[in-house]
């Protein structure tokens, strides 16, 4: 247990639990609007939104757990960051495409689109908290 001692949480834990939190308000404000007092194309952007927030939580969550436990584990960075990002990736296709609800062609497609533009933003992210522990 003298592990958790060592992990620092500083003030990139704290930035990146604010933009989580950011994320979190948006998707509430997007589950509580009426969808059906709104125009079809705003109901479609709030559905790409939504996806692309809740890929972005996952995302910074365990980016931040993988920059917490690389301090500690400086041998393994690579290893930490890989299994934090596919573990992010995993948690996106099951809970945040739900497989498991079908939804209508039109939402099917935003979905993938927002997975799409978060594995671009998510590897950016990725490389810039890696090069932030291992400084290069």
């Known amino acids: 247990m003298e592990v958790f001692g060592e992990?620092?949480?500083d003030g990139f834990c704290a930035r990146t639990s604010a933009a989580i939190?950011?994320?979190a308000a948006a998707l509430i404000g997007i589950s509580l609007a009426d969808?059906?007092?709104m125009p079809y194309a705003a109901g479609c952007a709030g559905v790409f939104v939504w996806e692309l927030?809740?890929?972005g939580m996952l995302t910074l969550y365990f980016d931040m757990l993988a920059y917490s436990a690389a301090a500690v584990f400086k041998e393994w960075v690579c290893?930490?960051?890989?299994?934090?990002?596919?573990?992010?990736l995993a948690l996106k296709l099951l809970f945040v495409?739900?497989?498991?609800?079908?939804?209508?062609?039109?939402e099917l497609f935003l979905r993938f689109a927002a997975l799409?533009?978060?594995?671009?933003?998510s590897r950016r992210h990725l490389r810039h908290t890696r090069e932030k522990v291992v400084g290069y």
């Open 21 to 23: 939190g950011g994320f």
């Open 7 to 9: 992990m620092r949480f």
């Open 35 to 37: 969808s059906s007092a």
């Open 79 to 88: 290893p930490i960051f890989s299994l934090a990002d596919s573990a992010a």
């Open 97 to 106: 495409l739900a497989p498991f609800s079908p939804p209508n062609e039109d």
């Open 53 to 55: 927030c809740a890929c």
């Open 116 to 121: 799409v533009a978060d594995v671009f933003l």
